[in-house]
């Protein structure tokens, strides 16, 4: 049974950092995994993506340059690590994941997704 965990979300202020972790139960060579968030009231969007095989790696626009996704098969884990966060940011986070992917550009769609955590609330402060 696949699981997902995230951990790592907190409240910083406006210009800090946070780190995001997402243990899997198990992370294989051809996975796609995904940071997703969810602010109230709007539609849950992808914010980065990494191909395990290949740690090949994709962000939204608004993430590029602040945002960087990462992994530790060792550990079977996907960090999502987030710097000069903005307001904006403030979101309920999930990571997200497709087992057996045979393509290094993970999609970008949450209908993609078949599993999910929980989430971890992120709230940036101005």
């Known amino acids: 049974q696949v699981q997902l965990v995230e951990s790592g979300g907190g409240s910083v202020q406006a210009g800090g950092s946070l780190r995001l972790s997402c243990a899997a139960s198990?992370?294989?060579?051809?996975?796609?995994m995904g940071w997703f968030r969810q602010a109230l009231g709007k539609e849950r969007e992808g914010v980065a993506f990494?191909?395990?095989?290949?740690?090949?790696?994709r962000y939204v626009d608004s993430v590029e340059g602040r945002f960087t996704i990462s992994q530790d098969r060792s550990q079977n884990t996907v960090y999502l690590e987030m710097t000069a966060l903005k307001p904006e940011d403030t979101a309920m986070y999930y990571c997200?994941?497709?087992?057996?992917?045979?393509?290094?550009?993970?999609?970008?769609?949450?209908?993609?997704?078949?599993?999910w955590g929980q989430g971890t609330q992120v709230t940036v402060s101005s």
């Open positions: 997200a994941a497709i087992w057996s992917y045979g393509n290094r550009w993970c999609p970008p769609t949450k209908d993609s997704y078949p599993y």
């Open positions: 198990r992370l294989s060579s051809d996975v796609c």
């Open positions: 990494i191909y395990t095989g290949l740690s090949h790696t």
